[in-house]
């Protein structure tokens, strides 16, 4: 069975960075979609930003300038989101997603924490 596994989350005051990274466990298509959703608390998950096998981004309005989604088109299609300028707000738990071409179909990660202290 797939699994994304996540690292790279942390605490971080205000202006900081991470960088998370997301790997499938096993090889996987490569022509996919990958991308980085948030949730803080109850609120619903939210796209961060995501990238298509052909490297095509989209980022949610409140990270633009801020944070980069790239990828390794290798065979575990490696994503990662370099967050710059961080805030408070940004606090969240962070997740992958693979989307499968066509089909649609979605694996997620586990969650990663990030929490920007003031």
């Known amino acids: 069975q797939v699994q994304l596994v996540e690292s790279g989350g942390g605490l971080v005051q205000a202006g900081g960075s991470l960088r998370l990274s997301c790997a499938a466990s096993?090889?996987?298509?490569?022509?996919?979609?990958m991308g980085w959703y948030r949730q803080a608390g109850a609120a619903p998950r939210e796209l961060v930003a995501e990238?298509?096998?052909?490297?095509?981004?989209?980022y949610a309005d409140s990270v633009k300038g801020r944070f980069s989604i790239s990828r390794d088109n290798n065979a575990k299609s490696t994503v990662y989101l370099q967050m710059n300028s961080l805030k408070p707000e940004d606090t969240a738990v962070y997740y992958c997603?693979?989307?499968?071409?066509?089909?649609?179909?979605?694996?997620w990660g586990q969650g990663t924490q990030v929490t920007v202290s003031s």
């Open positions: 997603k693979y989307t499968a071409p066509g089909s649609g179909d979605s694996i």
């Open positions: 990238i298509s096998w052909r490297g095509s981004t989209n």
């Open positions: 096993v090889t996987i298509f490569s022509l996919n979609t």
